[in-house]
């Protein structure tokens, strides 16, 4: 039985890669190249500057972060402020509270961010405790282990005692290299990525990963 639960947003409790995907792609396009599904799951779980200055890096022009942010990011504030739920992500959240075990969000969205997001989807504050890409205490983002850590630390429990369910390469790294137990969210709809490794659980569905929770309850 697990001691905590943690979780990451985009892509594991709101439907918003594919949204991300759409505002890198535009600003990009803006600037007269075109990212490939392959550039795009790259910067699946990742900060935004480091993902900006990973498109800078593929952008046959010299522009700054800074300028390539200007336009993105009112695209990307327009696309995800109506941000859906992932299948399954209410309830299994509703479920550990209603078992009064402990829960963090771990996400590489700023604060600001987090807020625009979940602002129609108000359970998502069930996690109590939220490592964000732009808390003070964090050294590093995803994919090193320190947003785990300092969300294990929070939760005053050790990473090894703890569930992490993620969706990108990034955080699967960083949920991994801090110590728990990782379950991968693969929608068969989800941008290319490379092959999970073996101590990772994959699943298609969050309610997969309720389910077995039901069973090691019962």
């Not at 792609?25 to 990212?35: I, S, Y």
């Not at 399954?88 to 209603?98: C, D, F, M, N």
């Not at 995803?142 to 429990?157: G, I, R, S």
């Not at 005692?161 to 929608?187: N, Y």
Request: overall charge negative; hydrophobic content about 45%.
């Amino acid at each position: 039985m697990p001691e905590a639960f943690l979780f990451d947003l985009d892509g594991v409790l709101l439907d918003t890669e594919p949204l991300h995907a759409i505002a890198w792609r535009q600003a990009a396009a803006h600037f007269g190249t075109d990212l490939s599904d392959a550039q795009l799951a790259q910067l699946q779980g990742q900060r935004r500057l480091e993902n900006a200055r990973q498109v800078c890096s593929w952008i046959r022009q010299p522009i700054s972060p800074e300028q390539l942010l200007a336009v993105r990011q009112p695209l990307a504030a327009d696309l995800l402020s109506t941000a859906p739920a992932m299948p399954g992500a209410e309830s299994l959240l509703r479920y550990i509270h209603s078992l009064n075990l402990p829960m963090a969000l771990v996400t590489s969205s700023d604060r600001n961010s987090l807020q625009l997001k979940i602002r129609h989807h108000p359970w998502v504050n069930l996690l109590e405790v939220q490592v964000c890409g732009d808390d003070s205490a964090l050294k590093a983002g995803k994919p090193a282990p320190d947003p785990y850590q300092l969300a294990a630390l929070k939760l005053n429990v050790r990473p090894q005692d703890c569930w992490a369910f993620e969706d990108s390469d990034a955080g699967c790294q960083s949920a991994r290299q801090a110590g728990c137990t990782v379950w991968r969210l693969m929608p068969t709809n989800a941008l290319s990525a490379s092959s999970p490794l073996e101590d990772i659980i994959c699943i298609h569905a969050l309610a997969e990963a309720e389910r077995q929770l039901r069973k090691i309850v019962q």
